[in-house]
């Protein structure tokens, strides 16, 4: 799918991608450092982050396509290498989402003698899983800003007027 209807797929996945990547780090720092949010949001997050871990390939694919139909640019270069790193940010997110969600699941249905995992009683785990979340949610918002700001110069730079 490179193209719908008529328009390049990557102008219309992208926003996808730049909507629910930052929405799923946000409730990744939201789960990791709130329980009652944790519990609500947890299962709801992870599967959002996975849905990101598929269609950035996708977008990232789609504006590969575009990158070649089009004249060779060092800003459009630029994007798509940067473009590239935005897996990163959301394979991050969806294993610490995931990560959540099982510590979760783990410390609300305590069955005896079944074995744990990933210390769900455990503070000093919390808390470091959320350090952890925390960063990764800055990391992948400002990887998805710095992605969009490359994009926007590499089409807008040169094609508007200067008034």
Do not use: C, F
């Amino acid at each position: 799918m490179q193209t719908v209807n008529g328009l390049p797929a990557h102008v219309l996945l992208v926003h996808a991608v730049v909507v629910l990547l930052p929405l799923s780090a946000a409730l990744l720092a939201l789960t990791a450092i709130w329980p009652a949010g944790r519990r609500r949001l947890a299962g709801p997050n992870v599967i959002l982050a996975l849905l990101v871990v598929v269609l950035v390939p996708i977008t990232t694919s789609a504006g590969e396509w575009l990158e070649h139909q089009l004249a060779p640019d060092a800003l459009i270069r630029r994007h798509a290498q940067l473009g590239d790193t935005a897996i990163y940010a959301a394979i991050a997110v969806a294993v610490l989402a995931a990560i959540i969600w099982w510590r979760q699941r783990e410390g609300t249905s305590p069955a005896a003698g079944r074995r744990t995992y990933l210390a769900p009683s455990s503070t000093a785990v919390t808390a470091t899983i959320a350090v952890i979340a925390l960063v990764a949610s800055g990391a992948a918002v400002y990887d998805i800003v710095r992605i969009g700001d490359s994009g926007a110069k590499a089409s807008w730079t040169d094609r508007v007027a200067a008034r």
